[in-house]
């Protein structure tokens, strides 16, 4: 089993602190998902366990395995386990999908012991079509020219053939329409098991109709302000937000507000 | 050999070379007339690079003379990797001496002609008249191209006849390897009434250093309805100065598509030029630059449009690092009357290290109403949420650098159409870029 353990994480982007203190720990075997309404520190969150240039951790600890995460670099991150499907993934001409795909898988393994061509393209094939992605995506350049939800198909199509040990899925439910959200859980729901947890970052809880998660957490004002297991899930879908507010004494959740 | 350095070739020096490769008087005249022309005339001014100071003049001999090739076993490595082994159209060049030529019988019965320039001078005078430095680069329009004129030593003469369509690439290698050398090279293609042809040439050093020039002219003819693909992958020593021009005609619903790699390590400076005469004619113009160490650079590409409903597409990427400096000129230029002309351009350069510099400067001008232009230009370092994205998968830094500037190099990559020459370009962009 592994672990990922996330502790009093403060975070900064360009001067503005955005987490206040937020902790989670996420094992192997477990779905967790982050809840919250817009603008309270959930991708921000995503993005500085990936290590994302622009976000600044000022205080407290990731630790993957007893690991600092903190002190790898974004492609250590990666090798060590870690994966994020992006939001905004970044679209990069004359670089193929599936060479890009390769070049990844081949990151994880020595130097003469690179994944077979055959291989490889029998797997990406299986994985595609479990997606409902058509063939020609491998050879298109890498999320040029991709629509919405080409983008966060091909994000899980990365995270089924890299196979990490956790993923953050970054509202990765966000723009779907309903029969390529069914595909995209179905994806997710083939990595399940003892090897794999995962973070799941949505405002919308319609996707955890298809993946049901172990835990549950809201956040608001940077910080995790309850827990809970599937069933707060549903309780936020028919109630929303405003009784846990009311609960905390919450008047405004985005972070920009102190408690 | 003796090594004796002329600063200038007199004229009893370009008539007693004329003589040696039996020209006919035409061509005597037109090189002495150009001789005495070069003193005179001023040299170009490629926008934005200063190159007053550059010697374009001194070498150190006019010929060298090399070895021919028997067969392609002879050649060297290097040069064998960039032929296909089906390559049944080729012409190698060994520094100024022709070393090797083949073209399919079949070709050859239907009237195709591939030589070397001098033969072409001595045996095909009237279409060597018709088309050579008169109507796309001309004689007197710089020194340079003067000095062309009156000192050219080498090049190839490709001719396609009427409705014909060449299946298979024709192939030029120039090879040179002998430090002395200097290339006055000229590549003359002429593609006549709706015929159609693929041509892939490569100038390529196997010696590290250049005491020589390289001043360089193609020219290419597309009659209407022609169509004339022409790819180029430039990997010449440092120490050369390099001046390469190459221009295309375009008549009637002709077309000429470019692919260019401009990877010499020498300083270069590059003219390509596409007249779209034709009504509904077609220009493509696609370059890729890498420059390193303390290289100048200046990339000038031009598309003019006189046809109406002509279009013209320049795609520009250069990747600059080390000390080196670019200048990438875009010109769309739309005449009076080529109504319905569109005219496109994109020039982008990617920087690797703060001493690098490089500069897009496109220019529209347009003298037509009823047209449509557009034009983008950067100027900038690796994206780094680029680098963020690739990493995230595990990819390391180096590793997805080469990624992102292989990718910003493909487009000219991609479409090189034989298999050797685009893995040739790939190996190069590898080496110069690490």
Redesign the interface.
């Known amino acids: 089993m592994s672990t990922l353990v996330i502790k009093d994480l403060h975070v900064e982007i360009e001067g503005k602190q955005i987490l206040k203190g937020v902790n989670i720990t996420i094992n192997t075997s477990e779905i967790h998902a982050i809840m919250g309404p817009n603008g309270t520190g959930k991708s921000t969150l995503a993005s500085a366990i990936?290590?994302?240039?622009k976000y600044e951790v000022t205080q407290g600890t990731i630790e993957l395995d007893g690991e600092d995460v903190l002190a790898m670099?974004?492609?250590e991150?990666?090798?060590a386990g870690l994966?994020?499907a992006?939001q905004y993934?970044?679209e990069?001409?004359?670089?193929t999908n599936a060479?890009?795909?390769r070049?990844?898988m081949n990151?994880?393994r020595e130097e003469g012991n690179e994944v077979s061509l055959m291989k490889f393209i029998r797997e990406l094939d299986s994985k595609m079509e479990t997606l409902a992605m058509d063939q020609d995506m491998a050879q298109r350049?890498?999320n040029e020219g991709f629509s919405g939800g080409e983008k966060k198909r091909n994000e899980i199509l990365?995270m089924m053939m890299?196979k990490p040990t956790f993923a953050v899925l970054d509202e990765i439910d966000s723009g779907l329409d309903i029969d390529a959200l069914k595909v995209v859980s179905d994806g997710i729901n083939q990595m399940k098991g003892e090897n794999f947890g995962c973070l799941i970052i949505t405002h919308y809880q319609r996707l955890l109709n298809y993946i049901t998660p172990d835990h549950v957490h809201v956040m608001m004002q940077g910080r995790v302000v309850k827990s809970g297991g599937p069933e707060l899930a549903h309780k936020l879908e028919a109630e929303g937000y405003d009784w846990i507010k009311a609960e905390l004494g919450i008047e405004d959740e985005t972070v920009g507000q102190e408690a | 050999m003796t090594v004796e350095t002329k600063l200038t070739m007199t004229e009893q020096d370009v008539r007693s070379f004329s003589a040696s490769h039996s020209e006919p008087e035409e061509f005597t005249n037109l090189r002495v007339q150009a001789l005495a022309a070069a003193e005179a005339l001023p040299l170009p001014k490629p926008d934005k690079t200063k190159i007053i100071n550059w010697n374009f003049t001194d070498f150190p001999v006019h010929t060298v003379q090399s070895s021919t090739y028997a067969s392609l076993d002879e050649l060297p490595e290097q040069v064998k990797s960039i032929v296909d082994t089906d390559q049944k159209n080729l012409y190698i060049q060994h520094n100024n001496t022709p070393a090797y030529i083949s073209l399919d019988k079949n070709l050859q019965q239907q009237g195709v002609i591939l030589t070397d320039i001098q033969t072409a001078i001595r045996e095909h005078g009237d279409l060597v008249a018709k088309y050579f430095m008169t109507e796309a680069v001309k004689a007197e329009e710089h020194k340079l191209t003067a000095l062309h004129a009156a000192l050219l030593n080498g090049g190839m003469f490709l001719y396609v006849p009427k409705n014909l369509a060449i299946k298979n690439p024709v192939q030029a290698i120039f090879v040179h390897d002998n430090e002395e050398a200097s290339l006055f090279n000229h590549a003359l293609i002429v593609a006549d009434k709706g015929s159609e042809v693929t041509y892939v040439e490569n100038y390529i050093s196997t010696v590290p250093k250049a005491k020589g020039q390289a001043n360089i002219v193609s020219e290419v003819f597309a009659e209407d309805n022609a169509s004339v693909t022409y790819g180029a992958v430039d990997v010449l020593a440092e120490g050369f100065t390099t001046y390469v021009n190459r221009r295309g005609v375009a008549q009637r619903d002709a077309r000429i598509e470019w692919a260019l790699g401009m990877m010499n390590d020498s300083d270069t400076i590059s003219d390509n030029t596409t007249f779209l005469i034709g009504d509904n004619s077609v220009g493509d113009t696609k370059t890729v630059v890498v420059g390193r160490g303390t290289q100048k650079q200046n990339f000038t590409t031009q598309v003019i449009h006189w046809g109406k409903n002509s279009d013209g597409q320049i795609l520009k990427h250069g990747v600059m690092k080390d000390s080196a400096s670019a200048i990438f000129n875009g010109i769309g230029k739309i005449e009076h009357g080529a109504t319905k002309a569109n005219a496109e351009q994109e020039s982008r350069v990617l920087m690797l290290s703060p001493k690098a510099r490089g500069d897009a400067n496109p220019i529209l001008l347009i003298d037509e109403d009823d047209v449509t232009a557009g034009h983008a230009a950067s100027v900038g370092r690796v994206d780094p949420l680029q680098l963020y994205y690739l990493m995230s998968r595990g990819i390391t830094k180096q590793e997805a650098e080469r990624l992102v500037i292989h990718g910003f190099l493909a487009p000219v990559v991609n479409v090189l159409p034989i298999e050797g020459v685009k893995k040739q370009l790939t190996e190069v962009i590898e080496r110069k870029v690490r």
């Open positions: 990936m290590g994302h240039p670099e974004v492609d991150r990666a090798r994966f994020l992006m993934p970044s990069i001409s004359g670089v060479d890009f795909m070049s990844a990151a994880r350049y890498l990365q890299i």
